[in-house]
């Protein structure tokens, strides 16, 4: 089940569907559901009728709502020679739950980044004070809750739904990726139910640093699921460079699992991990599974980052993305290191879930 610390931070492991802990929908479901005064959603499409009917659910009780989509899903690539027929066309139902949006008198609107809108959060009741904030992996779509391996984080605290309101605020305004014409306060340091939090949002924090700058303090291990990984990322290099062949020639023990589609890739860092001396495993794509979507790590068993940022280029320099580290490596306050490696915890264990259910192992080169 999901992992609840003091009411203040949440995190699902999803879909119960192919085996993983929790039902994503459901959570993104219930957190629209609870909203009173306001939502405001940036994320990359909705596809999900249920999820599509929460947020009119919610305007017709007098919630505030505003969304920014990705265009991309709601535009044809290919215009079909009649527009007005419109059924069976790609993304169909993207558009027509968007239509029903804007009927029942929601403020949606599209993005005009270039590149790709890659956001997935929403802030609920804005300025109230018990505000909360919804981010992770997870596309508000039926293969994004229901068969593809994702993460949901929940968080009560103003102080970090603040910077997500100042995000969303820039957002609505119509800058994004790396035209946008606004640049982020430095990223802060906020302590949720006593564990650290900070959240960084790409690409003007570059999220990719701070990642490669995390792993290099580790000292035991790294863990990690991820969809899409590139060689040229900069994150590879830091997890070889740290695994330095394996924890018997001194270094941190490394280990992932790859989405197969993306990791049997020639760019991919798959490979490139395995002959560096780290545990490489690829996701079989059986037994339902769609895809391997996460964007998670956990470092020292201490250390989550989780969020929407893939381990790419163009998610560092010109996508809207967003991550959250949770814990702190070298935490001295007991109670607090304490509770931030339960709540990792909760994420390696569907690490290691994942690795046994759908894992391939990926062999060094000889």
């Given at each position: 089940m999901a992992f609840n610390l003091k009411d203040r931070i949440e995190i699902y492991m999803g879909p119960s569907t192919i085996g993983a802990p929790d039902d994503l929908e459901a959570a993104i479901v219930d957190f629209i559901d609870r909203a009173k005064f306001t939502?405001?959603?940036?994320?990359?499409?909705?596809?999900?009728?249920?999820?599509?009917?929460?947020?009119?659910?919610?305007?017709?009780?007098?919630?505030?709502?505003?969304?920014?989509?990705e265009q991309d899903y709601l535009r044809a690539g290919k215009p079909p020679a009649d527009p007005f027929g419109g059924v069976g066309a790609e993304d169909e139902e993207n558009r027509a739950l968007f239509a029903a949006m804007l009927r029942a008198n929601i403020d949606a609107r599209a993005d005009y980044n270039p590149d790709i809108f890659h956001q997935k959060f929403i802030v609920r009741d804005s300025g109230k004070p018990r505000r909360a904030l919804l981010t992770g992996s997870t596309n508000f779509t039926p293969t994004g809750v229901g068969r593809n391996l994702n993460h949901v984080v929940i968080l009560h605290d103003q102080r970090v739904c603040n910077e997500y309101d100042l995000e969303f605020a820039e957002i609505w305004t119509g800058t994004f990726g790396r035209k946008r014409n606004r640049h982020e306060p430095s990223p802060r340091n906020n302590r949720v139910a006593g564990i650290r939090v900070r959240a960084l949002f790409a690409p003007d924090h570059a999220?990719?640093?701070?990642?490669?700058?995390?792993?290099?303090?580790?000292?035991?291990?790294?863990?990690?699921?991820?969809?899409?990984?590139?060689?040229?990322?900069?994150?590879?290099?830091?997890?070889?460079?740290?695994?330095?062949?394996?924890?018997?020639?001194?270094?941190?023990?490394?280990?992932?699992?790859?989405?197969?589609?993306?990791?049997?890739?020639?760019?991919?860092?798959?490979?490139?991990?395995?002959?560096?001396?780290?545990?490489?495993?690829?996701?079989?794509?059986?037994?339902?599974?769609?895809?391997?979507?996460?964007?998670?790590?956990?470092?020292d068993s201490a250390l989550i980052i989780a969020g929407s940022f893939n381990y790419t280029d163009p998610a560092n320099r010109l996508n809207d993305e967003n991550i959250l580290l949770i814990g702190e490596l070298g935490e001295d306050d007991p109670q607090a290191k304490a509770d931030q490696e339960v709540l990792a915890g909760f994420a390696l264990a569907e690490i290691d879930r994942m690795i046994a259910a759908h894992g391939v192992a990926v062999a060094p080169d000889p």
């Amino acid at each position: 089940m999901a992992f609840n610390l003091k009411d203040r931070i949440e995190i699902y492991m999803g879909p119960s569907t192919i085996g993983a802990p929790d039902d994503l929908e459901a959570a993104i479901v219930d957190f629209i559901d609870r909203a009173k005064f306001t939502l405001e959603a940036a994320v990359q499409e909705i596809e999900s009728r249920a999820i599509t009917e929460a947020f009119v659910r919610a305007k017709q009780r007098g919630v505030r709502v505003r969304i920014v989509l990705e265009q991309d899903y709601l535009r044809a690539g290919k215009p079909p020679a009649d527009p007005f027929g419109g059924v069976g066309a790609e993304d169909e139902e993207n558009r027509a739950l968007f239509a029903a949006m804007l009927r029942a008198n929601i403020d949606a609107r599209a993005d005009y980044n270039p590149d790709i809108f890659h956001q997935k959060f929403i802030v609920r009741d804005s300025g109230k004070p018990r505000r909360a904030l919804l981010t992770g992996s997870t596309n508000f779509t039926p293969t994004g809750v229901g068969r593809n391996l994702n993460h949901v984080v929940i968080l009560h605290d103003q102080r970090v739904c603040n910077e997500y309101d100042l995000e969303f605020a820039e957002i609505w305004t119509g800058t994004f990726g790396r035209k946008r014409n606004r640049h982020e306060p430095s990223p802060r340091n906020n302590r949720v139910a006593g564990i650290r939090v900070r959240a960084l949002f790409a690409p003007d924090h570059a999220p990719e640093m701070e990642i490669m700058k995390q792993i290099l303090k580790a000292r035991e291990r790294i863990d990690f699921a991820i969809f899409t990984f590139s060689k040229s990322s900069g994150i590879d290099d830091a997890l070889v460079a740290m695994s330095r062949g394996g924890v018997a020639q001194g270094g941190v023990a490394v280990r992932g699992i790859f989405d197969s589609g993306q990791g049997n890739r020639d760019w991919a860092a798959t490979r490139l991990v395995a002959n560096g001396g780290g545990e490489a495993f690829l996701a079989s794509r059986k037994n339902g599974l769609g895809k391997l979507h996460h964007k998670l790590m956990v470092i020292d068993s201490a250390l989550i980052i989780a969020g929407s940022f893939n381990y790419t280029d163009p998610a560092n320099r010109l996508n809207d993305e967003n991550i959250l580290l949770i814990g702190e490596l070298g935490e001295d306050d007991p109670q607090a290191k304490a509770d931030q490696e339960v709540l990792a915890g909760f994420a390696l264990a569907e690490i290691d879930r994942m690795i046994a259910a759908h894992g391939v192992a990926v062999a060094p080169d000889p």
